[in-house]
């Protein structure tokens, strides 16, 4: 992606898992290694994804995502998050 300033990130997905504990649940787990270049030395994060989908109904799907940012894998994989986030989403089927 190209984003101002000059600068670029790339983004690549190093891990991914899913499971459906039953039949109206999808969980998946995400982990990708970014690198921002730009302006000095690139810049090395990990971000893990981990989503919950669920079927309220034929045409009704609830989302909700958790996501944590880390610093680089040089650092040790027993980091702390930098950075987290939580959302949710409806997803309704239109028509």
């Given at each position: ?30 982990l990708a290694l970014q690198v921002?270049?730009?302006p000095g030395d690139p810049r ?43 959302g949710q989403l409806l997803l309704?089927?239109?028509?």
């Open positions: 992606a190209r984003l101002s300033g000059d600068q670029q990130l790339e983004s690549t997905v190093v891990g991914r898992r899913s499971a459906s504990p039953n039949a109206r649940t999808f969980l998946a787990d995400e921002l270049h730009g090395v994060s990990r971000v893990e994804t981990l989503s919950r989908y669920r079927q309220l109904g034929p045409s009704r799907i609830e989302a909700e995502q958790w996501q944590a940012s880390y610093s680089s894998p040089a650092e040790g994989l027993a980091a702390a998050a930098r950075r987290s986030w939580r309704e089927r239109l028509g």
